[in-house]
């Protein structure tokens, strides 16, 4: 899978995609992620992405002509845009999913007081991690990716890991998990999980996970 991010910050992207699972799914050749500076599609000496909204207010407003310029640059027949905004619709596992089977993602991180509304027509779809404001869009993409990419077959040491994770459909928890020592603090762990019936560990755990 391609991924391409659109973004006023690159650097933030430097720790996360260097770490963990994305590091291991880029080194196995599963994914190629690229980090696009906005700045280098404005066409301006000043390389301007933002101006005054109209009809006045705080703050400044991404500029739709430069946010377009980037995307018709990177899409290709296959791609699918994804705007981060607070006013997109909720991200859910099972976008997640949806996502992991394309090819190439082109993902939009908005900032400032936000982006000219006229962008909105121009992608695929606008999406928001939460009921709550982030100061741009690239902490959103980047939970966006780490969803996706640990979907992609191979990318996990077993594939059966995210086989039986929450949120697996909407509502679903994964039932308790523990591990040694057996006891700690008083607290102790499941006397079925020490059985070694595994009929009666999966009833277990099938009464135990949250629908």
């Known amino acids: 899978m391609k991924i391409d991010i659109v973004t006023l910050f690159p650097e933030m992207f430097d720790g996360p995609f260097k770490e963990s699972i994305i590091k291991r799914a ?9 980090i696009h500076n906005l700045r280098d599609y404005a066409s301006d000496k000043h390389k301007t992405v933002d101006d005054r909204p109209f009809g006045g207010g705080p703050g400044m407003v991404m500029k739709v002509d430069v946010l377009d310029k980037a995307i018709e640059n990177l899409k290709t027949k296959d791609s699918k845009v994804i705007l981060l905004s607070a006013k997109g619709d909720k991200y859910t596992q099972q976008k997640a999913v949806e996502f992991s089977e394309y090819d190439h993602l082109i993902l939009v991180c908005g900032h400032y007081e936000g982006v000219d509304h006229r962008i909105f027509g121009l992608v695929d779809e606008v999406l928001s991690i939460g009921d709550y404001v982030l100061t741009g869009g690239e902490i959103a993409s980047m939970v966006l990716v780490d969803s996706v990419v640990r979907l992609i077959p191979g990318v996990l040491g077993d594939d059966e890991s995210s086989v039986d994770e929450s949120h697996k459909k909407p509502g679903y928890i994964e039932h308790p998990q523990y591990t040694r020592p057996e006891e700690y603090k008083k607290m ?3 006397d079925v999980l020490l059985s070694g019936n595994h009929a009666e560990i999966d009833k277990w755990r099938e009464e135990n996970s949250k629908n």
């Open 188 to 190: 102790k762990v499941p």
């Open 26 to 34: 880029g080194e196995k050749g599963k994914i190629n992620i690229k």
